[in-house]
C-alpha cells in the first residue's frame, strides 16, 4: 500500500473510529500538511452570515502566521465563487507569483452531474486576489470547497510561502479526503441531532411526568415553566391561564427574570402578542398570582376542548401544525418592538432588566385559547477576533492590508431561537394544552355535577353537602339553623303556556331575586324544576328566619320582565328549625317539603313553619310503600317506548323503555316519585327484572309482527348493576325471549358505573362479549374520571337533558355538550342527546355531529300499540322547520322534568 493510500485509509479509519467532529477536522489537516509538505493547511467554516471562521489548522514551523480561530468577513470569497463551489465542486488553485489560477469543476454547474473528466479551465489572478494572499504571505494555494446537504459548509485552503505545484494524483487524493470530511461532518450533525433529540425528549417526559404527577397543581405548573426555561435557556417566563368558564381565576406563574411590571397582562399590546384576544377576552374579572399577586384581570370564557396527538408532534413542520390547528410559537426582540408602533409602549416594560429577547407559546388549538407560555432571553455581548480590520465601505476597492488579530466587540447582542427549539417550546405548549384542558374539561363536569346549569346555583347534592357541614357547625356552636323549602306558585302556568323559554328566563330572574334577599351567610340552591332549598345559619330566634321570608315574599310580588312580558309570581315556603324539627339532612328537608305543602295547602303565597301534623306527603309515602310491593302482581305497570332517531338518515334507530305506574287511587304516579322509593325499599332489582323481561317480550311481539328488528334501550339501576348474578339472569331472558343480544341495549348512569370502577369494566366487559350494546345514562351530571370511562367497554354516551335544553341560551351547556361529543368520537362511541323539544336544539345538536337524539320534538313515549306504525315506517321528517306541526301526531312538548325511566 502507497503512502498515499496509507493516508486515505488513516483518515478514513479515524473518521469511523472518533465521534468528535473537532478531533476529525485537526487529524485531516495535519496529515494533508505533511503529505503535501506545504506550509499551512486550514478547515475554514462558514457562519449564518455568510463569515468564516477557522477551525482548524496545521502549519509547519512558523513559516506562515496561524489564523486559528479567527474570522474572515463574508465579503472575502464573493458570490459568484461561492456559487461555483456548490454548484461545481470547483477547486481554485492559484500561483501568486504567475499571477494564474486553474479552475478544476468535478460537476456540471448547469445540471449538477458528475463530470467525468474534469473541466479544466485558466484564468488571470484577480490583482485584488494576488494582494489579499500576498498580504498573507501566500505565493501559492489551494481551495476546495467543503459540501453538506448540498450547501457551502467550509473551504479546505492550502498555502504555501513559496510556489508550489500540486499533482493530479495529490489533488485526487486531497478530494478524496474532502469527500471523507464531508461523510464526518454529516455524522456529526446526525449525532448531535441525536444528542439535541435526547435531550428534548427528557424534558417532554420530564414535562409530562409532572403535568401527571400527585402534587398540588399550582406547584405541578410552576415546575413546569421552570422547566421549560432551563431547557428552553432562558433567563426567566411567564405561564398564564385563563380563568375558567366555572369561575375559577386567571393563574399566572412566573420565573427568573421579570418584565418591571407584574400587570404587564393588562397591557393590550402585550394582549395582542400573546393572544388574549384570540377568543373575544376582555377585561372584566379577577386573577390570582401564584406567587400571591392578584392584579391582572382578565374575563372568564367558554372553553372548548378537542384532544390531539402529541406523539410525533417533535419531528413535525410547523406548517404541518398550522394546518392541524396547533398554534406556533413566535419570537421577537425589543428592536422588533420599537419600529412597530403598535408595540413600542412595551420596550418601557423591560428597562432597566437585561431581556432582550422572548418566546411566545399561545396555548391554543383550533381557536381554543387557554393562556400562554412565554420564555425571556437576556441580552449578550461577544467579541469576535477579525483576521484583520475590515472596513465594508472601501472592501470592494482594496483588500486589508493585515491579517493580524483585530477585536471587535458587540454589546447587547439578542440571542437566536433555533427550529428545534422553537418545535421543542410548541411541544412543551401542546403537553401543557391538553393537561389544563383536561383538568377544565373534569373542572366543569365537577362544576355541572354539584349545580344547576339554568340558574347556576348549587343543585341539591351540593345543597345535602352544605346543610350537613353547617350542622355540625350549628352543632358545635349551640346554634339555630334554618332550613326552608320554596315553590313558585304560578310556574307551570306560565311556563306551559308562554314556553319553556320564556319558563327559564323567569326561573334566572327568580334566583337573582332570591339571592338579593339573603344574607351573606345563606345559601341557595335550585332542588328541580320550580322549588328552592335555602340554608339559613346563625339564627338567634324563629322570628329571624321569618323575617327572611317575608322579605322573599314582597320580592316576588314584584313584577318579572321576560321578552317584553310582563310576568307575576308568588311563592309558598316552608320552614323547619334545627334543633327542634329535626337534626339531620333528611328530616330537616322533609318538614320543610312538609311544611312548604301545608302553605300550599293554605292559599299560597306564604309561608310556614313545621308542625308535627304536617305528614300528609309522610302518609302518602307509606301508602306508596305498600301498593308498590302490589303493583307487579296487580299489572299496574306498563311500558311505553320512546324512538331515538339518527339525526343525518332521520330513521329510527332504536327506542327507549321507560316505566309508568297507574295507581288505582292516585292515578299516574311520576317514576321520579316511585322509583327512589323502590331503591329505598328494596324492590327496584325486582322491577328492574320485570322491565327487562318485558321489553324483551316487546321486541319479539313487534318482530312477530313483521317488524324488522331493532335495538331497545333498558335502564339498569345501581342496585340492579351491582347484583352479581346480572349477567346470568340478563343471558336468562335472552334465551328465554329469543332475543338476538345485538338488539338489547344496557344503560347504567354515570354514577352508578363510578360506585366500583373494576366491578364496572369487569360487568360491562361480560355483557359487551356477548354482543349487547352498553350505553353511559344522562353522561356529564356525575363526577367520572376520563381516565376510568375511556377504560370502560361503551357503545353510547348520552348526553343530558339539562345540558341539551340550555345549549342553545347557556354557552357553559353548550361548551359541556360540545366535550361530551368531542370525548365520545375521541373513543369511538355514538353520541345520543336526551330530551330534545326545539328545533333550535336540534339544529345545535346537528351542527357539533352529534349521532342520535330522542325527545318530545320527534315523539313522546308511546304505548306498545301505538309505536308500530312508527316502527314500520323507520323514518321520521325532521329536516323541516315546521317539525312540530308535521309531526304532531308523533308528540308533544315535554314537561320541565323527566325520569330516567
Known amino acids: 500500500m502507497s503512502y498515499r493510500e496509507q493516508l486515505l485509509h488513516q483518515i478514513t479509519n479515524r473518521i469511523r473510529q472518533s465521534l468528535e467532529l473537532s478531533e476529525i477536522l485537526n487529524t485531516a489537516v495535519q496529515e494533508i500538511q505533511v503529505f503535501l509538505k506545504v506550509d499551512r493547511v486550514k478547515v475554514y467554516r462558514f457562519a449564518g452570515d455568510g463569515s468564516g471562521e477557522v477551525i482548524a489548522e496545521s502549519i509547519e514551523a512558523n513559516r506562515l502566521p496561524s489564523l486559528l480561530n479567527l474570522r474572515f468577513p463574508a465579503t472575502d470569497v464573493p458570490p459568484e465563487a461561492r456559487e461555483m463551489f456548490v454548484k461545481a465542486r470547483q477547486r481554485v488553485i492559484v500561483d501568486v507569483v504567475a499571477q494564474r489560477k486553474t479552475l478544476q469543476r468535478l460537476d456540471c454547474p448547469n445540471t449538477g452531474e458528475n463530470l467525468p473528466m474534469q473541466d479544466v479551465r485558466y484564468a488571470t489572478v484577480d490583482p485584488c486576489h494576488v494582494r489579499y494572499l500576498t498580504t498573507m504571505g501566500v505565493m501559492a494555494s489551494l481551495v476546495v470547497p467543503i459540501l453538506h446537504q448540498r450547501r457551502l459548509w467550509g473551504l479546505l485552503a492550502i498555502h504555501h510561502a513559496t510556489p508550489h505545484s500540486f499533482t493530479e494524483r495529490e489533488l485526487e487524493i486531497v478530494q478524496l479526503l474532502v469527500d471523507q470530511l464531508s461523510i464526518a461532518i454529516a455524522q456529526s450533525d446526525l449525532l448531535s441531532q441525536a444528542r439535541q433529540q435526547a435531550e428534548y425528549e427528557a424534558t417532554l417526559n420530564r414535562v409530562s411526568h409532572l403535568l401527571h404527577c400527585p402534587l398540588r397543581l399550582t406547584e405541578i405548573r410552576q415546575g413546569v415553566l421552570e422547566a421549560a426555561v432551563e431547557a428552553l435557556k432562558g433567563s426567566g417566563g411567564r405561564l398564564y391561564i385563563i380563568a375558567e368558564p366555572t369561575g375559577e381565576a386567571a393563574q399566572l406563574y412566573s420565573a427568573g427574570k421579570q418584565p418591571l411590571h407584574s400587570s404587564i397582562e393588562t397591557d393590550p399590546a402585550w394582549q395582542a402578542l400573546t393572544g388574549c384576544y384570540a377568543s373575544g377576552q376582555s377585561h372584566a374579572s379577577g386573577q390570582s398570582h401564584a406567587s400571591g399577586q392578584s392584579n391582572v384581570r382578565l374575563a372568564p370564557q367558554t372553553w372548548d376542548y378537542r384532544p390531539a396527538s402529541v406523539g410525533r408532534l417533535f419531528y413535525e413542520s410547523y406548517s404541518s401544525s398550522e394546518s392541524q390547528g396547533c398554534s406556533v410559537p413566535r419570537t421577537y426582540t425589543l428592536a422588533d418592538l420599537r419600529q412597530n408602533p403598535d408595540f413600542v409602549s412595551l420596550v418601557d416594560q423591560f428597562a432597566d432588566t437585561k431581556i432582550c429577547s422572548f418566546l411566545i407559546v399561545p396555548l391554543q388549538l383550533h381557536q381554543q385559547y387557554v393562556g400562554y407560555l412565554c420564555i425571556f432571553r437576556d441580552s449578550y455581548d461577544v467579541e469576535i477576533a477579525w483576521a484583520g480590520r475590515h472596513d465594508e465601505e472601501v472592501r470592494n476597492r482594496m483588500p486589508r492590508s493585515s491579517f493580524a488579530l483585530w477585536r471587535e466587540l458587540k454589546a447587547d447582542q439578542a440571542p437566536e431561537w433555533s427550529a428545534d427549539e422553537m418545535k421543542l417550546a410548541q411541544a412543551i405548549g401542546l403537553h401543557l394544552y391538553m393537561a389544563i384542558g383536561q383538568k377544565r374539561v373534569e373542572s366543569m363536569m365537577r362544576y355541572h355535577a354539584s349545580h344547576d346549569g339554568l340558574t347556576h346555583l348549587p343543585n341539591r347534592l351540593l345543597f345535602n353537602e352544605q346543610l350537613s357541614l353547617a350542622l355540625i357547625q350549628a352543632q358545635q356552636q349551640d346554634e339555630m339553623l334554618g332550613v326552608a323549602f320554596l315553590d313558585l306558585d304560578r310556574f307551570k302556568t306560565i311556563n306551559d303556556s308562554l314556553g319553556h323559554a320564556v319558563g327559564d328566563q323567569l326561573l334566572k330572574q327568580v334566583s337573582k331575586a332570591l339571592k338579593q334577599c339573603l344574607r351573606h351567610c345563606d345559601t341557595i340552591a335550585r332542588w328541580g324544576g320550580d322549588e328552592f332549598t335555602l340554608l339559613l345559619p346563625h339564627l338567634n330566634s324563629a322570628e329571624d328566619i321569618t323575617q327572611i321570608a317575608q322579605r322573599i315574599l314582597e320580592k316576588l310580588s314584584l313584577p318579572f320582565y321576560t321578552e317584553q312580558q310582563e310576568l307575576y309570581v308568588t311563592a309558598s315556603l316552608g320552614i323547619a328549625l334545627y334543633p327542634y324539627d329535626g337534626e339531620d339532612v333528611e328530616t330537616l328537608v322533609k ?165 366500583d370502577v373494576n366491578f364496572t369494566i369487569a360487568v360491562l366487559r361480560q355483557l359487551r362479549d356477548i354482543g349487547i350494546t352498553i350505553a353511559i345514562d344522562d353522561f356529564g351530571t356525575g363526577y367520572s374520571s376520563l381516565n376510568a370511562i375511556k377504560h370502560f367497554p361503551l357503545h353510547v354516551l348520552k348526553i343530558d337533558r339539562s345540558f341539551v335544553q340550555d345549549a342553545v341560551q347557556d354557552p357553559s351547556n353548550a361548551a359541556i355538550a360540545k366535550t361530551i361529543v368531542a370525548l365520545g368520537k375521541g373513543l369511538g362511541l355514538n353520541v345520543l342527546a336526551e330530551g330534545v323539544e326545539t328545533q333550535e336544539q336540534l339544529d345545535f345538536l346537528r351542527s357539533i355531529q352529534c349521532d342520535s337524539a330522542q325527545g318530545y320534538l320527534f315523539s313522546k313515549p308511546l304505548p306498545p300499540e301505538e ?32 325520569s330516567g325511566w
Not at 595 to 622: C, D, P
Not at 703 to 718: W, Y
Not at 732 to 742: D, G, I, M, S, Y
Open 591 to 755: 318538614n320543610a317539603d312538609a311544611a312548604m305543602y301545608q302553605a300550599k295547602q293554605r292559599g299560597k303565597n306564604n309561608y310556614q313553619l313545621y308542625a308535627e301534623e304536617m305528614n300528609t306527603k309522610a302518609v302518602r309515602q307509606l301508602s306508596l310503600e305498600s301498593d308498590l310491593r302490589r303493583a307487579i302482581l296487580h299489572q299496574e305497570f306498563s311500558l311505553h317506548y320512546q324512538p331515538q332517531i339518527n339525526l343525518q338518515t332521520g330513521q329510527i334507530v332504536g327506542v327507549e323503555a321507560l316505566l309508568r305506574w297507574q295507581h288505582p287511587r292516585f292515578g299516574f304516579i311520576s317514576p321520579a316519585e316511585f322509583i327512589p322509593l323502590a331503591e329505598e325499599i328494596g324492590l327496584i332489582c325486582t322491577i328492574g327484572s320485570w322491565v327487562l323481561e318485558t321489553a324483551c317480550k316487546q321486541h319479539q311481539a313487534w318482530c312477530a309482527e313483521g317488524l324488522l328488528p331493532i335495538h331497545v334501550a333498558v335502564n339498569l339501576s345501581a342496585q340492579q348493576f351491582q347484583q352479581t348474578d346480572l349477567v346470568n339472569t340478563i343471558i336468562q331472558v335472552l334465551n328465554t325471549t329469543r332475543v338476538k343480544p345485538e338488539y338489547l341495549e344496557l344503560e347504567i348512569t354515570e354514577s352508578a358505573a363510578m360506585q
Open 867 to 898: 309505536i308500530g306504525s312508527l316502527l314500520r315506517h323507520k323514518k321520521l321528517k325532521c329536516k323541516s322547520t315546521r317539525l312540530l306541526q308535521s309531526c304532531s301526531c308523533l308528540g308533544r312538548k315535554a314537561p320541565n322534568t323527566k
